[in-house]
């Protein structure tokens, strides 16, 4: 298998990714809308500090003390959307591109070796990666390389800008922007909340300039990059460098010997009940006793340790046994856990699995069905109970002192302790199933574990020495002492950098169709959205066998994928291995006898004797049917016999010690060593064969000396058959004549009729090594394809979850994964046996397959079944060629070109096909046998496909499927994002407020809401309860308020110019009378006055059309709101439709400028009319 496949690529596999880490994270579905908006509640962030370090916090305490500094809120049914966990991603990233000289512009900076704040931005970005350069990684390097990432900050402050007020020039930093800001990033619940936008302005102070209040700050690069970190400037970047857990990252090396007097001395008086208080006391000396408290419970303690006390109660470690937490991995050298591992594979194959068996102790006795039923289960459940119990204390012991949180060495002499008791003090015994070859081999693998387990607890002890943040700090320490488990998370931080990194660039990149990166004239993020949803079609080639083994081997598996190789699945790799070893020695040792039974030709064995020398026993009377011979002579090296067992050939002992002769010098008889043979003929030599060969079966012999013997011959000793005499000149031998008409004549038809039938039926010698030979070549191959395969398998699974390609949030197959988790501990199990199983059925399938091709009996069947194949085989590839040129006559993809043509050939082909398919199907069974053979030990895959394996709600193969939870439990732990969130959490539970403020957060989240706008699908806000009229009086500034301002007073002018020109026209009229004019002249006055009065109408319609459109302009305002109450929804299926109604809006604002041009035309008219008629009447 290739083990690669289509994935996304770019920002669109990031998004999926997300996608599976909140998958991974919840820990109930109860909600189903919940379950599928990928949202994090207190009870996800409760359990998994539980579960990862041991961290025991009150769903309230989840709230108060991480919820609300990370943007989710302190009300119950509050939590973290997607939206907020990619802000609270960032902050490291954005805490090293924001480096502490590159916020300040004050004279706090004055120890650089420039100035920061005199020189350009670009300077100032290539002083800090210069101060930085120690601590970036080759990767971290590349990614500078292709991207500024302070210009990425720099662009996601202009397309706020530009999306907010239409201009990216720098503004001033006014609680109108910031609601303005919000309102063009529909985040309506957070225009009323006075106190937040206070503090966000606050957070973009520069805290080391002189306070004044009355100042605004200028929102410029230097102001958003403050508000971004301002609040998170605690994390430490050089953590991501160091060889130290996240656990010391956070709270640092729980030291022991330093404050072990005074911690003790303090234990139960430096933690008072009311927290509060013990908050405000805690400064100085307190804290540092607390700190003292802390160091020496997690030191020495088996119970609860306090590693925080805050405003909301104090948190507490408990102790879980981190030597046995085979889920998590974390325990501190996986060298030393899979010695332990490895230990107790061979302790269990020496001791547990013969020793310990339950064999003498019976239930009940007698033969019945249900006596032996109930003796069965006797038997496996104190197996189940030795095993248990023995495993629990040896992994407990034997693993003591490889805890990553305790610093004991108690622990360690613990640990020394169980490896002597479990693998150096069993050696004094033994057991008598096992040869003394055995013995010794186990004596020599117990030496070398024990040595080298005695040798990790003394790295253990001399880590106690140093403090870990030392350890991890030292290139050369760290490799020693470190331990693997913090060596890897090192590396997962690399990967988490490189992740995020990757993450911003993907989002960078489609805010521009062009490499050319100027100057932002305009928002982009509807570019962006439609650039990602272009992006989602594409695909391209993830993962592969050659790659998943060249990463694992150069590190690059962690350091940049983040796949955590369970210790469980190397133990299971290396039982593999053990179990594959042990399966071919077996195997080939049965072979080996097989073919022995079979006399070897390259020996040389030549047996004579002269027949005087030899008699005929008899009993009664009667021949026995075979004689006793001295002087045998043995000559080659082929004539080893096998010693007599008297237990269980006690009769054929008997019968040689009876009759064998004595021996001529002594003549005695001497039964002390007996040897019989199986295959073996001794020749008659003398004068009384005529040269006439005469054989008979050597049956026993007593060897004397000059390799002479006295024996029994003709004699099988397989089944004590007599009369074994062969050849012509036995007839010229009077004994041998004599001993063979004593054979019955029924007796004599039947021996040969049987050897006939024998000789026909018994295979060759060179079928049963042909045989032996494919099928130990095969077994070989199929434990290498094995042992080589999990571990691209595996990294292929896990890359498929993170990439979608197989389903996870809103799946709701994926929930399964989440129950029985207990199953997981089939996995070594099912490995190492499955590896046995799968060798021996291959074995015996090819071994059955090759004989039935090469045995005498079967051979003519199988040239049969070779000419009926090759017959068949012929007229498919004739009918592949007819169907290959039809097909291109007579279909178009889906549709026929000459139906007529199409139905005769469709119906020639269904017909042959009806008789051809019984073939099919035969091979069909073969091959379905073989695969099933090959993929026995095979858990890592499923065989069977989805649905085909569940008979009645019984899932037939459910391995695989444990294998995934398996793997899926590792990852819940272990991603590069959740160990990045997990580290976020630790630092606001040490820090508290001081660490990760809602203001900084807010800052972030529109940043991600800026770079990343296709998140806001996953944006979850609770703005429904909030009038609207409140969220339009708050933005004072908004555009929608202007244009009624300006619709209002351009409606006042109109009344009073309506006024002022009634009462000219009044005045007028009055003239008019009193003048008593010309008729002419009144006509003229009465057109201009008709005109006046049709001004004065179109006027009016003016008004009444601004009316109308004023109507229009609040309708919209109505739906914008009635949109913005639903928009997690809209924006989720309909979001280019909320544009375009924002596009109507601004036309509908165009539209008010038109009609306030027309009436300022109109305006003008009427004015130009008063003067023509002041004129006329003058």
């Given at each position: 298998?290739?083990?690669?496949?289509?994935?996304?690529?770019?920002?669109?596999?990031?998004?999926?990714?997300?996608?599976?880490?909140?998958?991974?994270?919840?820990?109930?579905?109860?909600?189903?809308?919940?379950?599928?908006?990928?949202?994090?509640?207190?009870?996800?962030?409760?359990?998994?500090?539980?579960?990862?370090?041991?961290?025991?916090?009150?769903?309230?305490?989840?709230?108060?003390?991480?919820?609300?500094?990370?943007?989710?809120?302190?009300?119950?049914?509050?939590?973290?959307?997607?939206?907020?966990?990619?802000?609270?991603?960032?902050?490291?990233?954005?805490?090293?591109?924001?480096?502490?000289?590159?916020?300040?512009?004050?004279?706090?900076?004055?120890?650089?070796?420039?100035?920061?704040?005199?020189v350009p931005l670009q300077e100032q970005a290539a002083l800090v990666k210069a101060q930085l350069a120690d601590d970036q990684s080759e990767d971290e390097r590349v990614f500078l390389e292709r991207v500024s990432p302070e210009e990425i900050i720099r662009f996601v402050l202009e397309n706020i800008l530009k999306h907010a007020t239409g201009s990216s020039e720098p503004q001033p930093l006014t609680k109108e922007l910031i609601r303005t800001i919000f309102a063009a990033f529909d985040e309506t619940a957070l225009v009323t909340n006075e106190e937040l936008v206070s503090e966000m302005i606050a957070a973009a102070k520069d805290s080391n300039a002189v306070e004044d209040t009355e100042d605004t700050v200028l929102l410029d690069v230097k102001a958003f990059a403050r508000a971004l970190t301002a609040d998170v400037m605690l994390y430490d970047p050089s953590v991501e460098k160091r060889a130290t857990t996240n656990f010391v990252d956070a709270f640092g090396?729980?030291?022991?010997?330093?404050?072990?007097?005074?911690?003790?001395?303090?234990?139960?008086?430096?933690?008072?009940?009311?927290?509060?208080?013990?908050?405000?006391?805690?400064?100085?000396?307190?804290?540092?006793?607390?700190?003292?408290?802390?160091?020496?419970?997690?030191?020495?303690?088996?119970?609860?340790?306090?590693?925080?006390?805050?405003?909301?109660?104090?948190?507490?470690?408990?102790?879980?046994?981190?030597?046995?937490?085979?889920?998590?991995?974390?325990?501190?050298?996986?060298?030393?856990?899979?010695?332990?591992?490895?230990?107790?594979?061979?302790?269990?194959?020496?001791?547990?699995?013969?020793?310990?068996?339950?064999?003498?102790?019976?239930?009940?006795?007698?033969?019945?069905?249900?006596?032996?039923?109930?003796?069965?289960?006797?038997?496996?459940?104190?197996?189940?109970?030795?095993?248990?119990?023995?495993?629990?204390?040896?992994?407990?012991?034997?693993?003591?002192?490889?805890?990553?949180?305790?610093?004991?060495?108690?622990?360690?002499?613990?640990?020394?302790?169980?490896?002597?008791?479990?693998?150096?003090?069993?050696?004094?015994?033994?057991?008598?199933?096992?040869?003394?070859?055995?013995?010794?081999?186990?004596?020599?693998?117990?030496?070398?574990?024990?040595?080298?387990?005695?040798?990790?607890?003394?790295?253990?002890?001399?880590?106690?020495?140093?403090?870990?943040?030392?350890?991890?700090?030292?290139?050369?320490?760290?490799?020693?002492?470190?331990?693997?488990?913090?060596?890897?998370?090192?590396?997962?931080?690399?990967?988490?950098?490189?992740?995020?990194?990757?993450?911003?660039?993907?989002?960078?990149?489609?805010?521009?169709?062009?490499?050319?990166?100027?100057?932002?004239?305009?928002?982009?993020?509807?570019?962006?959205?439609?650039?990602?949803?272009?992006?989602?079609?594409?695909?391209?080639?993830?993962?592969?066998?050659?790659?998943?083994?060249?990463?694992?081997?150069?590190?690059?598996?962690?350091?940049?994928?983040?796949?955590?190789?369970?210790?469980?699945?190397?133990?299971?790799?290396?039982?593999?291995?053990?179990?594959?070893?042990?399966?071919?020695?077996?195997?080939?040792?049965?072979?080996?006898?097989?073919?022995?039974?079979?006399?070897?030709?390259?020996?040389?064995?030549?047996?004579?004797?002269?027949?005087?020398?030899?008699?005929?026993?008899?009993?009664?009377?009667?021949?026995?049917?075979?004689?006793?011979?001295?002087?045998?002579?043995?000559?080659?090296?082929?004539?080893?016999?096998?010693?007599?067992?008297?237990?269980?050939?006690?009769?054929?002992?008997?019968?040689?010690?009876?009759?064998?002769?004595?021996?001529?010098?002594?003549?005695?008889?001497?039964?002390?060593?007996?040897?019989?043979?199986?295959?073996?003929?001794?020749?008659?030599?003398?004068?009384?064969?005529?040269?006439?060969?005469?054989?008979?079966?050597?049956?026993?012999?007593?060897?004397?000396?000059?390799?002479?013997?006295?024996?029994?011959?003709?004699?099988?000793?397989?089944?004590?058959?007599?009369?074994?005499?062969?050849?012509?000149?036995?007839?010229?031998?009077?004994?041998?004549?004599?001993?063979?008409?004593?054979?019955?004549?029924?007796?004599?038809?039947?021996?040969?009729?049987?050897?006939?039938?024998?000789?026909?039926?018994?295979?060759?010698?060179?079928?049963?090594?042909?045989?032996?030979?494919?099928?130990?070549?095969?077994?070989?191959?199929?434990?290498?394809?094995?042992?080589?395969?999990?571990?691209?398998?595996?990294?292929?699974?896990?890359?498929?979850?993170?990439?979608?390609?197989?389903?996870?949030?809103?799946?709701?197959?994926?929930?399964?994964?989440?129950?029985?988790?207990?199953?997981?501990?089939?996995?070594?199990?099912?490995?190492?046996?499955?590896?046995?199983?799968?060798?021996?059925?291959?074995?015996?399938?090819?071994?059955?397959?090759?004989?039935?091709?090469?045995?005498?009996?079967?051979?003519?069947?199988?040239?049969?079944?070779?000419?009926?194949?090759?017959?068949?085989?012929?007229?498919?590839?004739?009918?592949?060629?007819?169907?290959?040129?039809?097909?291109?006559?007579?279909?178009?993809?889906?549709?026929?070109?000459?139906?007529?043509?199409?139905?005769?050939?469709?119906?020639?082909?269904?017909?042959?096909?009806?008789?051809?398919?019984?073939?099919?199907?035969?091979?069909?069974?073969?091959?379905?046998?073989?695969?099933?053979?090959?993929?026995?030990?095979?858990?890592?895959?499923?065989?069977?496909?989805?649905?085909?394996?569940?008979?009645?709600?019984?899932?037939?193969?459910?391995?695989?499927?444990?294998?995934?939870?398996?793997?899926?439990?590792?990852?819940?732990?272990?991603?590069?994002?959740?160990?990045?969130?997990?580290?976020?959490?630790?630092?606001?539970?040490?820090?508290?407020?001081?660490?990760?403020?809602?203001?900084?957060?807010?800052?972030?989240?529109?940043?991600?809401?800026?770079?990343?706008?296709?998140?806001?699908?996953?944006?979850?806000?609770?703005?429904?309860?909030?009038?609207?009229?409140?969220?339009?009086?708050?933005?004072?500034?908004?555009?929608?308020?202007?244009?009624e301002k300006i619709i209002k007073d351009l409606q006042e002018e109109l009344n009073e110019e309506k006024s002022r020109l009634e009462k000219e026209i009044r005045i007028l009229q009055g003239k008019i009378k009193m003048n008593q004019g010309d008729a002419n002249a009144e006509t003229n006055l009465d057109n201009l006055l008709e005109m006046i009065s049709n001004l004065q109408h179109k006027i009016d319609s003016a008004g009444e059309e601004k009316e109308k459109q004023n109507s229009l302009v609040r309708s919209l305002e109505h739906e914008m709101s009635e949109l913005q109450q639903t928009k997690s929804k809209i924006e989720n299926d309909h979001l280019y439709e909320v544009m375009a109604l924002k596009k109507e809006l601004s036309e509908a604002v165009l539209r008010k400028d038109e009609l306030m041009k027309e009436r300022d035309e109109l305006m003008k008219n009427n004015t130009d009319l008063i003067g023509l008629l002041s004129e006329r009447q003058?």
């Amino acid at each position: 298998m290739s083990y690669s496949f289509e994935g996304p690529v770019g920002a669109a596999a990031d998004a999926k990714e997300l996608e599976y880490i909140a998958a991974l994270i919840q820990t109930s579905h109860a909600d189903k809308e919940g379950f599928v908006d990928a949202s994090i509640d207190a009870r996800d962030i409760k359990y998994y500090l539980m579960s990862r370090f041991g961290i025991e916090m009150s769903r309230e305490q989840v709230r108060k003390i991480i919820l609300a500094g990370l943007g989710g809120g302190e009300d119950e049914d509050d939590c973290l959307d997607l939206c907020e966990v990619v802000a609270a991603l960032l902050i490291p990233s954005l805490r090293k591109i924001v480096d502490e000289n590159f916020l300040l512009s004050s004279d706090s900076a004055e120890n650089a070796t420039k100035t920061i704040k005199d020189v350009p931005l670009q300077e100032q970005a290539a002083l800090v990666k210069a101060q930085l350069a120690d601590d970036q990684s080759e990767d971290e390097r590349v990614f500078l390389e292709r991207v500024s990432p302070e210009e990425i900050i720099r662009f996601v402050l202009e397309n706020i800008l530009k999306h907010a007020t239409g201009s990216s020039e720098p503004q001033p930093l006014t609680k109108e922007l910031i609601r303005t800001i919000f309102a063009a990033f529909d985040e309506t619940a957070l225009v009323t909340n006075e106190e937040l936008v206070s503090e966000m302005i606050a957070a973009a102070k520069d805290s080391n300039a002189v306070e004044d209040t009355e100042d605004t700050v200028l929102l410029d690069v230097k102001a958003f990059a403050r508000a971004l970190t301002a609040d998170v400037m605690l994390y430490d970047p050089s953590v991501e460098k160091r060889a130290t857990t996240n656990f010391v990252d956070a709270f640092g090396t729980l030291d022991e010997s330093s404050q072990r007097a005074e911690s003790s001395s303090t234990r139960n008086t430096e933690l008072p009940d009311d927290p509060d208080n013990f908050q405000d006391n805690s400064h100085g000396q307190g804290l540092r006793k607390l700190n003292n408290v802390i160091k020496d419970e997690i030191t020495n303690g088996l119970d609860d340790s306090v590693i925080a006390v805050t405003e909301h109660g104090p948190v507490s470690k408990k102790f879980t046994l981190s030597t046995i937490d085979f889920a998590v991995d974390n325990f501190r050298s996986k060298t030393q856990l899979l010695l332990v591992w490895f230990g107790f594979l061979c302790f269990f194959a020496r001791y547990l699995s013969s020793g310990l068996r339950p064999r003498g102790a019976t239930v009940c006795s007698g033969s019945g069905f249900g006596c032996k039923i109930s003796q069965s289960v006797f038997n496996w459940v104190v197996l189940m109970l030795l095993l248990s119990l023995i495993g629990i204390v040896y992994f407990i012991s034997v693993g003591s002192g490889n805890d990553v949180y305790r610093r004991s060495y108690l622990d360690i002499v613990v640990g020394v302790a169980g490896v002597v008791v479990f693998l150096i003090l069993p050696l004094q015994f033994s057991t008598e199933s096992l040869g003394d070859w055995k013995n010794a081999f186990f004596r020599v693998v117990f030496i070398i574990i024990a040595s080298l387990t005695l040798v990790c607890q003394c790295l253990n002890a001399a880590r106690l020495s140093f403090s870990d943040e030392f350890i991890g700090s030292n290139k050369f320490l760290s490799r020693i002492l470190a331990g693997s488990n913090a060596r890897d998370e090192m590396k997962f931080k690399s990967a988490a950098v490189f992740k995020v990194n990757r993450m911003l660039e993907n989002a960078y990149s489609l805010h521009h169709p062009t490499h050319s990166r100027g100057e932002v004239n305009e928002g982009t993020n509807e570019l962006a959205l439609l650039n990602f949803t272009k992006v989602s079609d594409k695909t391209e080639v993830v993962g592969g066998f050659k790659w998943a083994w060249k990463s694992f081997l150069n590190g690059d598996l962690k350091r940049k994928e983040g796949i955590w190789l369970q210790t469980r699945l190397i133990a299971g790799l290396m039982a593999q291995l053990l179990f594959s070893i042990i399966a071919i020695i077996i195997l080939s040792t049965n072979w080996h006898y097989v073919i022995g039974l079979y006399k070897d030709d390259t020996t040389y064995c030549s047996i004579s004797f002269n027949p005087e020398s030899c008699y005929a026993p008899e009993v009664n009377g009667t021949s026995l049917g075979i004689a006793a011979c001295t002087d045998i002579m043995f000559e080659g090296d082929g004539c080893d016999g096998s010693k007599i067992d008297i237990v269980s050939n006690v009769e054929l002992f008997n019968l040689t010690c009876q009759f064998i002769p004595p021996n001529p010098a002594t003549n005695e008889t001497v039964c002390d060593s007996v040897f019989f043979y199986e295959d073996h003929y001794a020749t008659f030599e003398g004068e009384l064969t005529n040269n006439e060969v005469c054989q008979a079966q050597l049956t026993t012999c007593v060897f004397y000396e000059n390799n002479t013997a006295a024996c029994l011959l003709g004699l099988k000793p397989q089944g004590l058959i007599p009369w074994r005499f062969e050849g012509p000149g036995c007839e010229s031998i009077p004994l041998v004549e004599e001993i063979i008409d004593t054979r019955p004549a029924l007796f004599a038809d039947a021996e040969a009729f049987v050897d006939e039938s024998i000789d026909d039926y018994i295979p060759k010698r060179w079928m049963v090594v042909l045989c032996a030979v494919v099928s130990l070549i095969t077994g070989c191959f199929v434990a290498i394809s094995l042992f080589a395969n999990y571990i691209p398998s595996t990294v292929c699974t896990i890359m498929k979850f993170r990439s979608g390609a197989i389903p996870s949030l809103r799946d709701p197959n994926f929930i399964q994964y989440r129950k029985t988790l207990e199953s997981v501990t089939y996995i070594i199990g099912l490995m190492a046996w499955g590896t046995w199983s799968s060798i021996f059925f291959t074995v015996v399938v090819v071994a059955g397959g090759v004989f039935f091709l090469v045995y005498q009996v079967t051979r003519p069947i199988v040239v049969s079944i070779v000419a009926i194949v090759i017959g068949i085989t012929v007229t498919l590839v004739f009918k592949s060629i007819l169907i290959t040129v039809l097909g291109r006559v007579n279909y178009a993809a889906f549709y026929r070109k000459r139906p007529w043509l199409a139905n005769i050939c469709g119906v020639g082909l269904e017909c042959w096909h009806l008789g051809l398919s019984s073939g099919y199907m035969l091979s069909r069974a073969i091959k379905l046998i073989v695969a099933a053979t090959m993929y026995i030990g095979r858990i890592d895959q499923p065989f069977l496909g989805e649905g085909v394996g569940v008979i009645g709600g019984t899932h037939l193969d459910k391995f695989p499927s444990i294998y995934r939870q398996g793997l899926l439990s590792a990852d819940a732990h272990r991603h590069p994002y959740i160990e990045r969130l997990g580290l976020i959490y630790l630092l606001k539970i040490r820090h508290g407020s001081k660490f990760g403020t809602t203001a900084g957060s807010i800052w972030r989240l529109l940043f991600v809401f800026s770079l990343m706008p296709w998140l806001r699908k996953f944006r979850i806000a609770n703005d429904a309860d909030i009038p609207e009229e409140i969220v339009m009086l708050q933005l004072t500034s908004g555009s929608n308020t202007k244009y009624e301002k300006i619709i209002k007073d351009l409606q006042e002018e109109l009344n009073e110019e309506k006024s002022r020109l009634e009462k000219e026209i009044r005045i007028l009229q009055g003239k008019i009378k009193m003048n008593q004019g010309d008729a002419n002249a009144e006509t003229n006055l009465d057109n201009l006055l008709e005109m006046i009065s049709n001004l004065q109408h179109k006027i009016d319609s003016a008004g009444e059309e601004k009316e109308k459109q004023n109507s229009l302009v609040r309708s919209l305002e109505h739906e914008m709101s009635e949109l913005q109450q639903t928009k997690s929804k809209i924006e989720n299926d309909h979001l280019y439709e909320v544009m375009a109604l924002k596009k109507e809006l601004s036309e509908a604002v165009l539209r008010k400028d038109e009609l306030m041009k027309e009436r300022d035309e109109l305006m003008k008219n009427n004015t130009d009319l008063i003067g023509l008629l002041s004129e006329r009447q003058s």
